[in-house]
């Protein structure tokens, strides 16, 4: 039930895609806290599900995250961070290893190769998604052609089967 009494209606297939969407850039964003604050998953995960998925900042209402996704990608980003640390810096050029590299950057491609690794999206929409989150942290820059770069290269090892 919304606030008026009337019932509210299942997400359409268009608000789910978007729902994930949003997921997937609150995920970039929880783990780039974590980093930033040296603060727990649980704190930060309770945090984003709590006060800032639907919030309203300056009178714009943030889009809800789809949950299950937003919490899956922490979770197999930081139980697997090591391995997708590997794979990225692997995609990475030797002078650049994933310790050097903006820390946006660095939650972008640990919430990427988590979903590579872990679940079943197809390769080129978790690349995608991913460059269009890229685009949202750096509308002006190169990041989103080299987070593309980097994404088709851990997906490519991630997932062969895929292409």
Same mark, same amino acid.
């Given at each position: 039930? =919304? ?49 800032? $998925? ?13 949950? =299950? ?18 794979? =990225? ?14 820390? =946006? ?24 998604? $991913? ?33």
């Amino acid at each position: 039930m =919304t606030s008026n009494g009337s019932q509210s209606a299942a997400p359409s297939g268009n608000q789910k895609r978007k729902m994930k969407s949003a997921a997937r850039l609150y995920a970039v964003q929880a783990l780039f806290q974590m980093e930033q604050r040296d603060q727990s998953m649980d704190f930060v995960v309770a945090e984003f599900l709590n006060h800032r $998925f639907g919030a309203v900042y300056d009178d714009v209402e943030m889009i809800e995250g789809d949950a =299950t996704l937003f919490q899956k990608l922490i979770v197999d980003a930081v139980n697997h961070q090591a391995s997708i640390d590997q794979m =990225t810096d692997r995609a990475l050029v030797a002078k650049w290893p994933i310790a050097r590299i903006d820390p =946006t950057l660095r939650a972008l491609f640990r919430s990427a190769g988590a979903e590579l690794k872990e679940a079943d999206t197809p390769p080129k929409v978790v690349i995608s998604e $991913f460059v269009d989150v890229a685009r949202a942290f750096f509308p002006d820059g190169k990041e989103p052609k080299f987070v593309n770069a980097v994404l088709d290269h851990m997906a490519r090892e991630a997932r062969p089967e895929a292409f």
